[in-house]
């Protein structure tokens, strides 16, 4: 049994960034505690609005698109942590179009092969580079 409850556990993690409830889950049960005692902590936590996936999922879309992660790559990594899909998907529809978010990649780094590959890499989906990257082509012409 470990020493500390497990709010002052969970607490612990949160301290250093956001998590979602299921990672809370995740690390109260790997240090061993008991279920009912896990479970009253995160609803405590869900209760005071200090865990809330919804807060966790948009701060940790807005962080990804910044980097310029497309909408794959955001989905892929809010799914890894266990987010709702609901949710993951509400934190994608507060970000900027994934459109603009590539064709500002574009801008910055022009029009071209090499600049597609780095749009595929980091996780625009193949129609949103095929246009972004035709019209851009289009506008380099006409």
């Keep these: 049994m470990p020493s500390e409850s497990a709010v002052d556990a969970a607490l612990r993690v949160l301290r250093h960034r956001d998590r979602s409830t299921a990672e809370i889950r995740e690390r109260l049960d790997a240090a061993g505690y008991a279920r009912e005692e896990r479970d009253e902590a995160i609803e405590t936590l869900v209760r005071t609005g200090v865990l809330d996936d919804a807060r966790f999922a948009e701060v940790r879309a807005r962080s990804l698109a910044e980097r310029g992660a497309g909408d794959v790559r955001i989905r892929h990594e809010l799914r890894r942590a266990s987010v709702p899909l609901e949710v993951a998907?509400?934190?994608?529809?507060?970000?900027?179009?994934?459109?603009?978010?590539?064709r500002n990649v574009i801008s910055r780094r022009g029009p071209g092969a090499k600049t597609a590959r780095f749009l595929?890499?980091?996780?625009?989906?193949?129609?949103?580079v095929a246009g972004v990257v035709a019209s851009s082509h289009e506008d380099e012409l006409g």
């Design 89 to 102: 998907d509400e934190a994608l529809g507060s970000l900027e179009p994934e459109v603009d978010r590539a």
């Design 120 to 128: 595929h890499g980091k996780g625009f989906s193949e129609e949103i």
